[in-house]
């Protein structure tokens, strides 16, 4: 299985400062990553695809990059909305892991 | 406006059995591809189960393999879940989710919370 190490596990924050969060697969996986954002007692959204990707409707300020074994998932300018678990997931091969998660907390 | 809806979780007491539903609407059911994803309580997400749009091909992650069965009623726009032989390490929200092809799991359902326990 390819396994999907996330970093930091959580972290504080204040709105507008630009947060960047880290995924690791344990093999390449070309581009095939996903990021997700998760609030308490609401099921994930789809953010970013293919690495890069925008899914509709999310803002610009969310961005993804990255290729292989590692990517980024950037926030430009947290706004108080984006207080979230986040989640990177690998569309490479079956099963379609997920990373554990990093919290984004208000600072 | 795509929408799932996933019914069937409990209290369910272990080496019991759980089936989970998933009622499609908004989209043509019949030609999107559908996985079975859990959390449980405090953890992270784990993928359980996928599902071809025809229901051919069909896959399990090893916690499940053996225990779980994935099925699709597409006349009933319906995903379904069986569980059998239920642990602890089986209580999690249960979600549906869709996946597109090249985009990953686009919609997600609200999910239906299984609890193992005596």
């Known amino acids: 299985d390819i396994q999907m190490t996330q970093s930091p596990s959580s972290l504080s924050a204040s709105v507008g400062d630009r947060v960047t969060i880290t995924c690791r697969a344990s093999?390449?996986?070309?581009?095939?990553l996903n990021w997700y954002q998760q609030k308490p007692g609401k099921a994930p959204k789809l953010l970013i695809y293919t690495a890069s990707s925008l899914q509709s409707g999310v803002p610009s300020r969310f961005s993804g990059s990255g290729s292989g074994t590692d990517f980024t998932l950037t926030i430009s300018s947290l706004q108080p909305e984006d207080f979230a678990t986040y989640s990177c997931?690998?569309?490479?091969?079956?099963?379609?892991?997920f990373g554990g998660g990093t919290k984004v907390e208000i600072k | 406006e795509v929408q799932l809806v996933e019914s069937g979780g409990g209290l369910v007491r272990p080496g019991g059995s759980l089936r989970l539903s998933c009622a499609a609407s908004?989209?043509?059911?019949?030609?999107?591809?559908m996985n079975w994803v859990r959390q449980a309580p405090g953890k992270g997400l784990e993928w359980v189960s996928y599902i071809s749009s025809g229901g051919d091909t069909i896959y399990y992650a090893d916690s499940v393999k053996g225990r779980f069965t994935i099925s699709r009623d597409n006349a009933k726009n319906s995903l379904y879940l069986q569980m059998n032989s239920l642990r602890a390490e089986d209580t999690a929200v249960y979600y549906c989710?869709?996946?597109?092809?090249?985009?990953?799991?686009?919609?997600w359902g609200q999910g239906t919370l299984v609890t193992v326990s005596s």
């Open positions: 908004g989209f043509t059911f019949n030609s999107y591809e």
């Open positions: 997931q690998q569309n490479y091969g079956t099963p379609r892991t």
């Open positions: 093999q390449s996986i070309s581009n095939d």
């Open positions: 989710a869709r996946i597109t092809y090249f985009v990953g799991f686009d919609y």
